[in-house]
């Protein structure tokens, strides 16, 4: 049992370049999420998705694509990078709602954008 | 949802109890207080969460006042891997769609 997991954990873009990050989980959850953490802040929510095939925005979604074609995982999609989106990157899934979930996170993908 | 406070910093001795505090005088009724820490450079990790009465597991202890306003997270016996950033958050059921704030949380430092 893995858990979250993420990949790449590391990787650097120019400007105007484009890449996916790639979470999976193997805990049959239905809910995922991707948040950004930048330096000294707390983590944003970017979008999420509350079951396969559906996705929705966040706090922070401009700049950014999802896709949940799988249960198991959740794609982040960076169209045409910037350097404002250099962050660290953190992927987190929950069971079904109810009134003691919990979200559990990937170890994070640390993305700079020059 | 309420906010929290949390101290910015604390010390603690490695193998003495480490209790955290947190204050969310405005929380509701039904709104429950969790803990998550993270580690440099790593995911945040759940460590326990409650509502009303006072919560254990392999990880820690959390003790809630009778009136709710605050709560205090426990470490029974730090380690030098205990070091970290912890989030008191309190979160309004159904859960799934909402985004977590951690805030600033508390920096703890175990010492050797």
């Known amino acids: 049992n893995a858990g979250v997991t993420q990949t790449p954990k590391f990787r650097v873009l120019k400007t105007g370049q484009s890449m996916t990050l790639l979470c999976a989980q193997d805990m049959n959850h239905e809910y995922m999420y991707w948040y950004r953490q930048d330096p000294g802040m707390g983590l944003r929510l970017i979008h999420y998705?509350?079951?396969?095939?559906?996705?929705a925005k966040g706090e922070v979604p401009d700049g950014y694509n999802v896709s949940r074609l799988k249960k198991q995982n959740f794609l982040l999609g960076l169209e045409s990078a910037a350097p404002s989106q250099t962050s660290v990157y953190f992927c987190a899934s929950s069971g079904l709602a109810g009134l003691t979930d919990t979200q559990y996170f990937g170890p994070g993908t640390r993305l700079t954008v020059l | 949802d309420a906010k929290t406070t949390q101290p910015p910093s604390m010390d603690c001795a490695e193998g003495r109890a480490a209790n955290l505090p947190c204050n969310h005088s405005?929380?509701?009724?039904?709104?429950?207080v969790y803990w998550y820490r993270q580690i440099h450079s790593q995911g945040p990790q759940y460590i326990i969460h409650g509502l009303k009465n006072n919560e254990t597991n392999e990880m820690a202890s959390l003790i809630i006042t009778e009136d709710r306003k605050s709560s205090t997270l426990i470490l029974p016996h730090a380690t030098l891997r205990d070091t970290a950033v912890y989030y008191c958050?309190?979160?309004?059921?159904?859960?799934?769609?909402?985004?977590?704030?951690f805030g600033t949380g508390t920096r703890l430092t175990i010492i050797p």
């Open positions: 958050i309190v979160r309004l059921p159904p859960f799934g769609n909402e985004k977590l704030t």
């Open positions: 998705s509350v079951g396969e095939g559906t996705t």
């Open positions: 405005t929380i509701s009724g039904n709104e429950y």
